[in-house]
């Protein structure tokens, strides 16, 4: 039996967000308010579709669409929002057994995509699964190639005992040094995230690039989902140095942009005080995971500064299908290729 799908209206964000919320695939990024502040802060048009079989929802799967000169594009999630995955999100897949989970799925992913082809006939389109969505493969059927992101994971159930003795003697150290020489870190407000803001813009205009996220946008999401968020400061001589915005959703502490390397070399770096902080106060919170959102990436002997919390480490897939045009497209010129792989405020450190 084939799977049906309707555009969801406002007066279905409601029943979205219990899908959502009952799925192993659901997110932050997958809620209504979210979804919706996307659209208003990106210039795309979003395209929330509901799966139904026999009039039952079995699914969500938010699209974004954007028309910039040929290319129709299609995103999910768009860029210019730091959000890091979204996609099909599916109810009940995980008490299926495996045929009947393949055959839902891709009967899900092959009503969208005639969507995708017919109705929008895109050429250009970008999915990053959500990690609890472990199989690309009614994707790489459908003609997409994918490729890997990857986050790291703290199981916080081990306890900050356990938790400190994971870094380092000198990781250790710093923790020690950074408290003696007056670093100090707490949770912070809308005055805190805004400063932390500002931190990343100057961050950013030192490594000459340009945060690509509008501020109203991290307003918006601060004035709606602000009990989620977690400000989290490290400051110096009463004066905010590095933060972290973070938000806590089921049993997991999110570390989901920030961190920025202080304006001025300090020693040693407030970044491992402020993780570290950041980490304790996930566990006494009860909170099962902490993770550390795209922070790990794939090229050989690279320093990742979030490995140092010996976390491990949990994939996730991003599926891309384009035309000759596009492609060349996405390679070829800054005003297609930003909005194509521009990302705003990640974690900028790079210490």
């Not at 809620?31 to 502040?37: A, D, M, Q, V």
């Not at 839902?104 to 250009?124: G, P, T």
């Not at 190639?145 to 005992?161: A, C, K, R, T």
């Not at 307003?219 to 590095?242: M, R, W």
Request: proline residues 5%.
């Amino acid at each position: 039996m084939t799977v049906e799908i309707r555009i969801a209206q406002n007066d279905d964000a409601k029943g979205w967000d219990e899908i959502n919320l009952k799925s192993p695939h659901g997110t932050l990024f997958h809620t209504w308010n979210w979804l919706k502040i996307t659209e208003k802060h990106t210039q795309t048009t979003l395209y929330p579709f509901i799966g139904l079989r026999s009039g039952t929802p079995i699914g969500i799967f938010p699209l974004f669409f954007q028309k910039k000169g040929p290319a129709r594009m299609v995103f999910s999630p768009p860029p210019r929002a730091d959000l890091f995955y979204l996609g099909p999100v599916m109810v009940g897949y995980d008490t299926l057994k495996q045929e009947k989970r393949e055959h839902m799925y891709f009967d899900f992913q092959n009503s969208v995509e005639h969507f995708i082809n017919n109705d929008l006939k895109a050429n250009y389109v970008s999915i990053s699964l959500s990690p609890g969505l472990q199989d690309p493969r009614p994707f790489i059927w459908s003609g997409y190639s994918f490729e890997l992101q990857y986050d790291y994971i703290i199981d916080l159930s081990i306890g900050p005992v356990s938790l400190l003795h994971t870094l380092d003697k000198r990781g250790r150290q710093n923790l020690i040094h950074a408290k003696k020489r007056g670093i100090y870190v707490e949770i912070g407000g809308k005055k805190e995230y805004e400063k932390i803001l500002d931190l990343m813009d100057i961050r950013y205009a030192q490594q000459g690039k340009n945060v690509m996220v509008s501020r109203e946008y991290f307003l918006d999401i601060y004035e709606t989902y602000k009990d989620h968020l977690k400000i989290i400061v490290a400051s110096l001589d009463g004066k905010v140095i590095t933060g972290s915005i973070d938000f806590q959703y089921r049993d997991t502490h999110y570390s989901w942009i920030g961190n920025p390397k202080p304006k001025t070399n300090i020693s040693p770096s407030p970044n491992d005080l402020l993780i570290w902080e950041s980490v304790r106060y996930a566990y006494e919170q009860g909170f099962r995971y902490y993770v550390t959102m795209n922070a790990a990436g794939d090229k050989r002997l690279h320093s990742y500064y979030a490995s140092k919390f010996d976390p491990y480490l949990r994939a996730h897939f991003t599926i891309k299908k384009h035309s000759y045009l596009t492609g060349l497209l996405e390679k070829g010129y800054t005003n297609i290729t930003k909005p194509l792989t521009g990302r705003g405020a990640q974690h900028v450190s790079g210490e």
